[in-house]
């Protein structure tokens, strides 16, 4: 049973920068794509960023050139880098993966973005 646990969320101020970890086991690490979502209070989960097993990615328009998505599967582990923080990055930030055809998810991690 593959479980995702989610860190590195914390208060920042707009402009600053964050970097989320997203740690799996249960499960070989390397062979499934990852994604990260967020969600905003009143709003949809939305998919932020995604990486596939050969380190393709891509990006939500209103993240592109301000984050990057990388994975080190030694520690079965996923990165979101987040720069040039803005108010309207707060939410709660989910990792997921479809493990075996049965998507996944972590329990999340708060972002807030204020001054």
């Known amino acids: 049973q593959v479980q995702l646990v989610e860190s590195g969320g914390e208060l920042v101020q707009p402009g600053g920068s964050l970097r989320l970890s997203c740690a799996a086991s249960?499960?070989?690490?390397?062979?499934?794509?990852l994604d990260w979502y967020r969600q905003a209070p009143g709003k949809q989960r939305e998919l932020v960023a995604h990486i596939t097993s050969g380190d393709y990615t891509n990006f939500a328009d209103s993240v592109k050139g301000r984050f990057t998505i990388s994975r080190d599967n030694a520690k079965n582990t996923v990165y979101l880098q987040m720069s040039s923080l803005k108010p309207e990055d707060t939410a709660v930030y989910y990792c997921?993966?479809?493990?075996?055809?049965?998507?996944?998810w972590g329990p999340g991690t708060q972002v807030t973005v204020s001054s």
């Open positions: 997921s993966g479809i493990f075996r055809g049965v998507r996944k």
């Open positions: 249960g499960s070989i690490f390397s062979p499934y794509a």
